[in-house]
C-alpha cells in the first residue's frame, strides 16, 4: 500500500513540475525569474550565465533569445552576441508586436558590432571612403615570371658542381609559379572587392542610424501626452497613453531612454496586468529619481 502511494505522490509531482515549468510558459521557470532579478539589481553576468542555462535546458525559448540580447547589449557590451540572439527572436517570432522595435536594436548592435570589429583588425577598412559599385583595380604590375637564361657550358656536371650550384628552374617549376601569382593576385582581387562591399555597408548602416538619431530627437508629446495640470520639472507623474503594440520595456524605452527601467512603471501601477495592455490604457509615469543609489535600491 505505502509503495502505490509513493508512486501516485511522484507521478503527481512529475505532471505538476511539467505542467509549471512547460516550453511555452519559459518566463515561469525559476532561471528566467532569477535572471530577472539579476538585471534589476545590475548583475549582468549572472543575468546571462542563468539565461543560457536555460536555453541548454530549452532551446526553444524564444523569450529568452529576447531578455539575453539586452543584457549583452545594455549590460555587458558584447555587442555581437546581442546581433545573435537579436536575429533569433526576430527569425522565430517575426510578426512580434515589438518586432519593429528589436529590429532597430538590431541595427544599433550590428553598427557597433562592425566600429568594434573595424578598430580591433585595422583603421583603414572604418575609415577608407570606396564609392558604390566600383571597381577594384587590378595591380599596376605584374610579377616577372621569365625563365632565367641557361649558361652554355661543354662540362659534364660532377656531383661536386651540383651541390654547389642548386639546378635551375624548369618548364614546369615556371608553369606553377604562374599559377601560384595567378591565384594569389585572385585573392588579392576578391579580398578588395568583399572591402568594398563591406564598407558600403557600413555607409548604409550609418545612415540609418542618423536616422533613428533624427527620430528620437523628436519631441513625443504625441505619444507621451502630460496633463495640464502637471509639470516635469515639478517632479510629479505622467500619463502615458497605451498604444497597439507597447509592452513595459518599450515604454520604459520611451519615456527613460531604457528597457530596463520598466518595472518603476509596473510599480505606479500596481493593478495593472503587464501582460495585458490595451490601447487607450491610462499608466502613470513616475518621475525618474536623480540619484542613482535611490535607483539601484529599488532594483534589490
Not at 615556371?174 to 557600413?202: C, H, P, T, W
Request: with cysteine.
Amino acid at each position: 500500500m505505502k509503495s502505490w502511494f509513493k508512486i501516485i505522490m511522484l507521478v503527481f509531482s512529475a505532471v505538476s513540475l511539467l505542467s509549471g515549468c512547460s516550453e511555452a510558459d519559459e518566463r515561469r521557470h525559476p532561471l528566467y525569474i532569477k535572471a530577472m532579478q539579476d538585471r534589476q539589481a545590475g548583475n549582468g553576468k549572472d543575468a546571462a550565465e542563468k539565461l543560457n542555462e536555460l536555453l541548454k535546458r530549452r532551446p526553444r525559448s524564444i523569450y529568452t533569445h529576447k531578455l539575453l540580447a539586452s543584457v549583452y547589449d545594455e549590460m555587458l557590451n558584447d555587442p555581437a552576441s546581442a546581433v545573435y540572439h537579436y536575429k533569433t527572436y526576430l527569425q522565430s517570432m517575426p510578426e512580434a508586436s515589438d518586432a519593429e522595435e528589436v529590429k532597430a536594436w538590431l541595427t544599433q548592435a550590428e553598427k557597433r558590432s562592425y566600429e568594434e570589429l573595424a578598430i580591433r583588425f585595422g583603421k583603414t577598412a572604418a575609415t577608407a571612403e570606396v564609392p558604390e559599385n566600383k571597381q577594384v583595380a587590378a595591380p599596376e604590375k605584374e610579377p616577372n615570371t621569365e625563365l632565367p637564361a641557361v649558361p652554355e657550358s661543354n662540362t659534364a656536371n660532377t656531383a661536386e658542381n651540383a651541390d654547389k650550384n642548386p639546378p635551375l628552374p624548369t618548364a614546369d617549376n615556371a608553369s606553377g609559379n604562374r599559377e601560384i601569382i595567378a591565384a594569389r593576385d585572385a585573392e588579392i582581387s576578391e579580398l578588395k572587392n568583399k572591402l568594398a562591399q563591406y564598407q558600403v555597408r557600413y555607409n548604409a548602416i550609418r545612415q540609418e542610424v542618423e536616422k533613428l538619431r533624427k527620430l528620437r530627437q523628436k519631441p513625443v508629446a504625441v505619444t507621451v501626452p502630460e496633463p495640464a495640470n502637471s509639470a516635469v520639472s515639478t517632479g510629479g507623474y505622467r500619463q502615458y497613453k497605451v498604444v497597439a503594440g507597447d509592452t513595459p520595456g518599450g515604454i520604459a524605452r520611451k519615456v527613460y531612454g531604457k528597457s530596463s527601467l520598466y518595472y518603476m512603471i509596473m510599480q505606479a501601477n500596481p493593478r495593472v496586468d503587464a501582460r495585458k495592455l490595451r490601447p487607450g490604457m491610462n499608466l502613470n509615469i513616475p518621475p525618474l529619481p536623480t540619484n542613482k543609489n535611490t535607483v539601484q535600491g529599488n532594483n534589490q
